[in-house]
Structures are given as structure tokens and as C-alpha cells.
């Protein structure tokens, strides 16, 4: 987005923020709700600033393309509120979903002393990789609403209820995932749903395999064992499963 750097800290913050807003941690003096609109303002201004700067000359970044680009149905270009609100839903969902999957991946291969088996095996990363996707599950749910009256094992669903699709749960399914709760970088996990189904299939999943690729090659060049230091901390929402400390104790190669 050509965001500036000296910003991405504290924009990661205010991202946190916006999905825990009651985490001990991130919670303001005020009370959750205030900590959610402050976020959320702080988070638009930000990104009103940066389109602002833009304005006279292009530079190549998403921003910018958003910007110069048009509706295909020739409804004329993206909004200025548009252009935001599709930066806000970008930065949101790579800040407070994709760093979680390292995280709950090293606490388990930490845990049960599985990390070197993963690391000596680089044909075991994209198998690796999927299963550490389906295994964090970071977006704890999903609601959609259905279209028409559908029959789920003894339970209707009528047409306009919502319904909340649990990933975590559906990821564990043992009749999708022989052995759910055992983390196995050489599974089949390909039907995981980290990444949603159909029309709402995540815009970003491309870029996530890639960063944690990138990620966990790094990892396995530098460190050869971690091993537990003291228990994880989990944040504190309802709707992302993230680990938002990690006590590890590594071993560089």
C-alpha cells in the first residue's frame, strides 16, 4: 500500500485492537467499545492521509492503482470512502490472521519436539504449510445467511437465518482429518477452510502461502530446535484464535 514504514507498528496495534478490543492488553481505559471506534478512527484517518499524499502524482502502489482504476460496468471510479474502507478490509485480514499461523504451528512442533523432523524435510513445506493453516485456523468463524430453507442433519435452516460456521471446528472434522488433533505436516489438509469457500474466498490466500513460505525456509535456515520457555497467551476475542505471546527457547544452527 506504500504505508509508511515508521507507521506499520502501531498500525498493526490499532489492527489488534480492532479484532480484541476487550484483550487485557489492548483494551482502553474507556472500555472495549471505546477501543473499537478509537482503533477503527485512528485506522481510516491513517489511511485517508496516505491516499491524501497521492494526490497529483501516481506511485505504483495498491493505493494508487485503486485509485486510477474503474467499475467494469462503467459505473466511473472507486470513491474515496471506497477506496479506504477496501485498504482498511486488506490491512485488517493480513495484520491480525496470517501471523497467527506461525505462531500456533511453533507452539505445537515446540510442544511435541516435531519441529526438526519438519525442518529437515523441505518436500514437506507446502504439505507443511497447508496443515499449519488448517491446524492455527485463525478466523475463529464465518456468518452467512442463507438464500433458502436447507435441511443440516436434523436442524432447518430457514431462508434468511444466519448461520455461524465454526473453521476451527470444521478443520478438526475427523471424517476430513484422520487423527484432527495431531499436527502432521506430511497430511493431505488441501480441504481446509482457513480460508473460507465459495465467493468470499479470501482475496489474500495467494500471498499468505507465499509469506509463510518465505517464512518458515527462513526459520529452518536459522534454527535447528525450540523448545517451550512457558505457556502461550492466546488473545482475547471472539473471533480471531491467535497466540499473541510466545516464550520459546531456540537454538540457532
Known amino acids: ?45 491513517c489511511l485517508q ?65 516435531t519441529y526438526a523432523d ?3 524435510h523441505p518436500e514437506s513445506l507446502d504439505s507443511g504449510i497447508e496443515e499449519a493453516l488448517r491446524w492455527s485456523s485463525p478466523t475463529s468463524h464465518f456468518i452467512r445467511y442463507a438464500t433458502h430453507d436447507v435441511q443440516l442433519g436434523k436442524v432447518t435452516v430457514r431462508a434468511g437465518e444466519a448461520v455461524a460456521a465454526w473453521i476451527g471446528s470444521a478443520n478438526r472434522d475427523a471424517s476430513v482429518f484422520p487423527d484432527p488433533y495431531t499436527f502432521d505436516v506430511r ?15 479470501c482475496l489474500g490466500h495467494a500471498l499468505v502461502r507465499i509469506t509463510l513460505e518465505e517464512f518458515f525456509q527462513e526459520l ?19 473471533f480471531i484464535a491467535g497466540i499473541k505471546h510466545l516464550p520459546l527457547v531456540a537454538t540457532r544452527r
Not at 21 to 27: I, R, S
Open 187 to 201: 497430511r493431505n489438509a488441501q480441504r481446509h477452510l482457513a480460508f473460507g469457500v465459495g465467493p468470499h474466498f
Open 118 to 120: 519438519w525442518a529437515d
Open 49 to 113: 492521509d496516505a491516499m491524501a499524499k497521492r494526490q497529483g502524482g501516481g506511485t505504483g502502489d495498491l493505493i494508487d492503482v485503486l485509485s486510477t482504476m474503474e467499475f467494469e460496468d462503467g459505473a466511473g471510479p472507486l470513491t474515496a470512502g471506497e477506496i479506504v474502507s477496501n485498504c482498511y478490509s486488506l490491512l485488517l485480514g493480513a495484520n491480525v490472521t496470517t501471523p497467527h499461523v506461525p505462531n500456533a504451528a511453533l507452539a505445537e512442533l515446540a510442544a511435541t519436539g
Open 1 to 45: 500500500m506504500g504505508l509508511d514504514r515508521d507507521d506499520w507498528s502501531h498500525l498493526t496495534f490499532l489492527t489488534t485492537q480492532a479484532v480484541a478490543p476487550d484483550d487485557p492488553e489492548f483494551v482502553r481505559p474507556e472500555g472495549a467499545q471505546a477501543t473499537l471506534h478509537r482503533a477503527h478512527r485512528e485506522l481510516f484517518a
Open 220 to 238: 529452518f535456515a536459522q534454527f535447528e530446535h525450540f523448545e517451550p520457555a512457558g505457556e502461550p497467551e492466546h488473545l482475547h476475542s471472539n
